[in-house]
């Protein structure tokens, strides 16, 4: 059962639009939340993370948001651009296993210009 | 710029060969990662290693195995490669988090390093 979950698997998006990416999680021990961004033939790259203690991250265009109660975070991105393009990954964390993260499934973002 | 190189991009094997997937890392990270790449499934963690010798299974460790006999390699190897096994098969580096007393959890803060990945088919 997927700990991380990404329940949109694409999503499309106009240039200058806003891109919101959902990832909601089901273990109450993740404390530490990151997103990564892969293009094809690359590997991830570190995006944005948020801590638990926190419940907003921003950074330039990106901002991460995360709602406890709900278990459940998302990125936006704003406004988006086709260098956005890519397949983005939310991971999650519960600090106590070596510094292991459990990934998502990962949404292709598509921005048409 | 941290430099997470896996030495090959494509591979093709076949069934029942024994294939060594490497990846050499240049920041002196404690930790190393493989993960398994498949649509729909995301990043699914195969082993890691948090120091030279040793190593951990993550959650789909059968039919893998690793080595590190040095900090900055840390080879992915399937011993008799399956069909089910054609993948791509991405390595990670990153340095150990923030350690607390004994009543503290660490603090995973670390951020992982990915090369660029091995895309593996099996035959």
């Known amino acids: 059962d997927q700990q991380v979950k990404q329940n949109s698997p694409s999503l499309s998006v106009q240039e200058g639009r806003i891109s919101i990416l959902n990832c909601d999680y089901t273990?109450?021990?993740?404390?530490?939340f990151l997103w990564y961004k892969k293009y094809p033939a690359e590997g991830p790259t570190f995006l944005i993370s948020?801590?638990?203690?926190?419940d907003k991250n921003e950074d330039g265009r990106f901002t991460v948001f995360l709602n406890k109660s709900a278990k459940h975070l998302s990125l936006h991105i704003v406004p988006s651009q086709p260098g956005d393009s890519a397949v983005y990954f939310c991971?999650?964390?519960?600090?106590?296993?070596?510094?292991?993260?459990?990934f998502g499934p990962g949404t292709s973002l598509s921005v048409i210009p | 710029d941290v430099k997470v190189t896996q030495s090959s991009r494509y591979l093709v094997k076949r069934t029942g060969e024994k294939v060594f997937l490497e990846c050499v890392q240049d920041?002196?990270?404690?930790?190393m990662f493989w993960y398994r790449q498949d649509p729909g499934l995301g990043l699914r963690l195969i082993y890691f290693?948090?120091?030279?010798?040793?190593?951990e299974k993550g959650d789909i460790p059968e039919g893998y195995s690793v080595s590190r006999e040095k900090k900055e390699r840390f080879s992915l190897i399937l011993e008799s490669a399956s069909t089910n096994q054609t993948s791509m098969y991405l390595c990670?580096?990153?340095?150990?988090?923030?350690?607390?007393?004994?009543?503290?959890?660490?603090?995973?803060?670390?951020?992982?390093?990915f090369g660029a990945g091995t895309r593996l088919s099996v035959l």
């Open positions: 290693s948090y120091d030279v010798k040793m190593k």
């Open positions: 990670a580096s990153s340095p150990p988090g923030t350690s607390g007393g004994p009543t503290i959890r660490r603090i995973a803060k670390n951020i992982q390093y």
């Open positions: 991971a999650a964390s519960d600090g106590t296993s070596y510094d292991k993260v459990i």
């Open positions: 948020i801590s638990s203690i926190k």
């Open positions: 920041m002196d990270h404690e930790n």
């Open positions: 273990n109450s021990m993740f404390d530490y």
